[in-house]
């Protein structure tokens, strides 16, 4: 159980366009799910909490206007990167809040790679 | 000072050595421990919680837990090259399952 998919695994654009990457949870309701970006030999940096029905919460330093959140359903939440630039060329991540027994917990989806031209 | 901090290593052990993993945190209130391993070019995995003052075992790893000194520990038995990887440690804090990272442990182990 606690399965979280992502899509796409992979995506090479140019600068200026948009992407949008989706993460599910497969087989559990996820009221939050959380959004992550991974720079190459860097931590996990958190940019923003996703819930369901609502508006996403921002950590501070990231563009809300750039990086839109839409949480629609309790199993799907959507990152857009808008007018994508090389330097948000990194590793995002997303993560669905669930139970394991009776402890919360984060489950990771696979991560999507973006590379900007 | 950071909220949650982890030596970053690199640690390196021989093959059927233990491997441990330390971690201390910053706010006295945290419920909930994570160990998250993360291979590289891969996403993080939960290994294991604990939210019990003491050990909680699950089969190679070992957590530890001690709030009076703030301080979680992995430790891996046996440990083996498959197990070479960043290991993540993560607080949970009172921010609707928001979860406080600390910036990884590379393990490397050695044959």
């Known amino acids: 159980g606690a399965v979280v998919s992502q899509h796409p695994s992979r995506v090479i654009c140019k600068s200026g366009t948009s992407v949008k990457i989706e993460c599910r949870s497969l087989?559990?309701?996820?009221?939050?799910m959380f959004w992550y970006r991974q720079f190459p030999k860097q931590s996990l940096m958190l940019m923003a909490t996703s819930n369901e029905g609502s508006k996403a919460t921002y950590e501070q330093g990231v563009e809300k206007d750039k990086f839109l959140i839409n949480h629609a359903s309790l199993t799907l939440s959507t990152l857009t990167v808008t007018s994508a630039h090389p330097e948000d060329s990194s590793f995002y991540i997303c993560?669905?809040?669930?139970?394991?027994?009776?402890?919360?917990?984060?489950?990771f989806g696979p991560g999507t790679r973006l590379l900007v031209l | 000072q950071k909220e949650v901090e982890q030596n970053s290593g690199p640690l390196s052990v021989p093959e059927g050595a233990i491997a441990s993993l330390n971690c201390t945190y910053s706010?006295?209130?945290?419920?909930?421990f994570f160990w998250y391993r993360q291979y590289s070019g891969k996403s993080p995995e939960l290994i294991m919680f604990?939210?019990?003052?003491g050990d909680k075992e699950d089969g190679r790893f070992t957590a530890q837990l001690n709030k009076a000194s703030q301080y979680v520990s992995l430790l891996i038995r046996d440990s083996q090259p498959s197990d070479s990887a960043t290991y993540l440690c993560?607080?949970?804090?009172?921010?609707?399952?928001?979860?406080?990272f600390g910036q990884g442990t590379e393990l490397s182990v050695k044959p």
């Open positions: 604990i939210y019990s003052n």
């Open positions: 706010d006295r209130g945290s419920q909930s």
């Open positions: 993560s669905a809040g669930g139970t394991s027994g009776i402890q919360e917990t984060q489950y």
């Open positions: 087989d559990f309701q996820a009221t939050t």
């Open positions: 993560a607080v949970s804090s009172n921010q609707g399952g928001k979860l406080i």
